[in-house]
């Protein structure tokens, strides 16, 4: 089935450093959304990207899909100690509305 | 406008019980997603509702997990009898009409199974 990967798992980042997630699907995907998960929070929706090799921006947050659009990565620029949380991305399984999510980098943030 | 309602937000049962979890979108969202995370891992896709069909429910462990959307307004998903893997926290998202739109999450219902 349809598999949504995530590099790194974990990442410690002292603050004022930079930041990417990458991720990587089996399959081609329609759209690609990112998600930010406080620790003891929920998913809140950051973004989604739909054409092929599309670049948005959000502040410090920079956000790319792949060409062939099976690949995403976030860069966020100069963390913070507000950027903590565990960072997912999520794909459409094809046709379907059904959303596969990564398996998730989390981020801390040492000041 | 109301986000996504879940409740309870903690539940602890003994192993055998029946839980039952409910989730209410935000008001006008057809679409409804019920998903669960263990142990700090992925976010696993349990269920999708489109108003009050299933329209996939490939993500349901087995025949103990039961979803419902009578009305398709609130669902609530059923775990009869609860076993140990069952626990963890489920979440429901909520969005509109298709499938390009963000999905808004609820704070979750963490179940713990004793």
């Known amino acids: 089935g349809q598999q949504v990967m995530q590099i790194p798992q974990y990442q410690h980042v002292q603050e004022g450093e930079d930041f990417t997630t990458y991720c990587n699907s089996s399959?081609?995907?329609?759209?690609i959304q990112w998600y930010k998960q406080r620790p003891g929070g929920h998913p809140v929706f950051l973004i989604q990207?739909?054409?092929?090799?599309e670049v948005k921006k959000q502040k410090r947050l920079t956000f790319q899909f792949g060409e062939a659009k099976k690949n995403s990565s976030l860069h966020i620029t100069a963390t913070q100690t507000t950027d903590v949380g565990t960072y997912f991305c999520?794909?459409?399984?094809?046709?379907?509305?059904?959303?596969?999510f990564g398996t998730g980098t989390r981020l801390k943030v040492l000041a | 406008e109301a986000g996504v309602t879940q409740f309870p937000s903690h539940s602890v049962i003994e192993k055998g019980q029946t839980v039952t979890l409910r989730c209410d979108p935000i008001?006008?969202?057809?679409?409804l997603y019920w998903y669960r995370r263990v142990m700090g891992k992925e976010i696993k896709f349990l269920l999708h509702?489109?108003?009050?069909?299933?329209?996939?429910e490939s993500g349901m462990p087995n025949n103990r997990f039961l979803a419902e959307r009578t009305g398709g307004t609130y669902s609530t998903l059923k775990v009869q009898p609860a076993e140990l893997e069952d626990s963890g926290v489920y979440f429901c998202?909520?969005?509109?009409?298709?499938?390009?739109?963000?999905?808004?999450f609820g704070d979750g219902t963490r179940l713990s199974i004793l």
């Open positions: 998202a909520s969005s509109q009409s298709n499938s390009n739109q963000p999905q808004h």
């Open positions: 399959t081609t995907l329609s759209n």
């Open positions: 990207l739909v054409k092929s090799g």
């Open positions: 999520a794909g459409p399984t094809s046709g379907t509305y059904k959303y596969i």
């Open positions: 008001s006008g969202h057809d679409n």
């Open positions: 509702f489109v108003k009050e069909s299933k329209q996939d």
